[in-house]
């Protein structure tokens, strides 16, 4: 079922097509929770309360309003909404610089084979660890177009701002990007 | 550009494999259920983000479960434990805590079958009222044998304590969980004799006043327990009573109906 056709199916009967609405989107808003906050466990309860808060508020909508949603966009702020709150509350909103540092000299990489995928699931961790250290107006952006792939359009509906302005952040993102996951020892990544 | 989006999509993990069943049990779409020893056997306690769905008795949990899912229409996992806040919380309530909140979701039950089990809910630790007495708080004073399916029909007894729900003769009654002999075991763990309650009515002893207060009560009641030997008269109906200047008690509200 597409998005469009939940939206419809959430407004005709919401306990029934709110399943297939989490089903559908629990990855995609656990990964925003996840690259936003950097820890798996506080993404986890962000991920769930974000749901949650989607049901009730669904549960509060007229049919009229259900059937008008863009269900992508409006999960995402949601997600994004209660991590900034979680973020606001005290917790570090993301890893410290040590979590780059400190890792053994890469090994040679093959092509497959276990020594390359350890090697891509550590790459993974360090590009991670990366874009955790961006600040966080320049990261959330990343994370939603490039990791979450909504559109400018939907970003600007995410974030509120201008889509000009969410282009230069997402650019300036990048560049700050490559610069950490190259001090990282992640040179590939800025090729 | 595109090499490092390439790499970020990388970053879009997939979800842990609970996250989308816990969502779905907090906002009340699926049930948990759990075993919690008791004194009458092992309790199975169904729950979801809205309250406690159900209470049921026995050995198999997963036979359990699915009478549970096919009652609610709610999938229903089984779980080993409880979670603890909520273990201590119904532990406490069956130990006649009233201060311990213990949210009951009875989503799908009928207006009457809430007022009946809300009801019951009135009754203190340790004291029985009749059917009846049920039917006329509820507005419905005829409609005690529908009282009686309603309680039989309780998802969540002991929470809803229909056990302290007795007949209008006196004796004990019957009893969804397990049967009447639970009902009388449970009642004995209140603090009750349900065989000198059953004595004392057949000996017509159905409500309790005391000569010196002028009140009169269910034999249970608090306000009746207090009374000493010395000062205790007993009725065999309200109108007895009333035609010798008692008026009933304003706790426990004796009612004619079970009365007579």
């Known amino acids: 079922m597409d998005d469009q056709a939940l939206a419809q199916a959430l407004a005709r009967d919401l306990d029934a097509a709110f399943e297939p609405l989490v089903r559908a989107h629990a990855d995609r808003c656990y990964a925003i929770a996840l690259r936003v906050l950097g820890d798996p466990h506080d993404a986890e309860e962000a991920a769930q309360d974000a749901l949650v808060r989607a049901y009730r508020a669904l549960a509060s909508y007229e049919a009229a309003r259900i059937r008008e949603l863009r269900l992508r966009p409006w999960l995402a702020t949601i997600v994004v909404n209660v991590c900034r709150n979680r973020s606001r509350r005290g917790r570090p909103a993301a890893l410290a610089l040590d979590g780059l540092s400190g890792g053994a000299e890469p090994a040679a990489p093959s092509r497959d084979g276990p020594a390359a995928m350890a090697q891509a699931a550590d790459d993974r961790e360090r590009l991670a660890a990366a874009l955790a250290t961006l600040p966080e107006r320049y990261r959330v952006p990343v994370v939603l177009r490039h990791i979450d792939d909504l559109s400018y359009s939907e970003l600007a509906e995410v974030l509120g701002r201008p889509e000009g302005t969410l282009k230069a952040q997402v650019h300036r993102g990048l560049a700050l990007l490559r610069a950490a996951a190259a001090e990282a020892g992640l040179e590939e990544v800025t090729a | ?260």
């Open chain 2, 1 to 260: 550009m595109t090499a490092d989006s390439a790499r970020l999509t990388a970053l879009a993990v997939s979800a842990p494999a609970n996250l989308a069943d816990d969502v779905l049990v907090e906002v009340g779409l699926a049930d948990r259920i759990a075993p919690l020893p008791s004194a009458i056997g092992t309790l199975w306690v169904a729950w979801n983000g809205r309250g406690v769905a159900g209470v049921d008795l026995g050995d198999d949990g997963v036979a359990i479960a699915a009478e549970h899912a096919a009652r609610t229409g709610r999938r229903t996992h089984v779980r080993d434990a409880l979670p603890s806040g909520l273990a201590s919380a119904v532990a406490r309530r069956l130990a006649g805590d009233r201060r311990a909140q213990v949210r009951l979701d009875l989503r799908g039950r009928t207006p009457f079958e809430v007022a009946v089990w809300e009801k019951a809910l009135e009754i203190p630790f340790g004291e029985v009222r009749p059917y009846g007495w049920v039917a006329v708080e509820i507005g419905r004073p005829r409609a005690v044998r529908a009282v009686g399916t309603a309680l039989g029909h309780n998802p969540v007894p002991l929470l809803v304590p229909c056990h302290r729900v007795v007949r209008a003769d006196g004796l004990i009654g019957n009893y969804s969980l397990g049967g009447p002999h639970n009902k009388r075991a449970i009642l004995a763990s209140e603090g009750l004799d349900p065989g000198a309650l059953e004595d004392a009515a057949r000996r017509g002893e159905r409500l309790v006043g005391s000569d010196t207060t002028h009140v009169v009560c269910w034999p249970t009641c608090r306000h009746a327990r207090r009374v000493s030997q010395r000062h205790r008269v007993t009725f065999r109906t309200l109108r007895e009573a009333d035609a010798l200047g008692y008026r009933p008690c304003r706790a426990c509200r004796p009612t004619a109906a079970d009365a007579a």
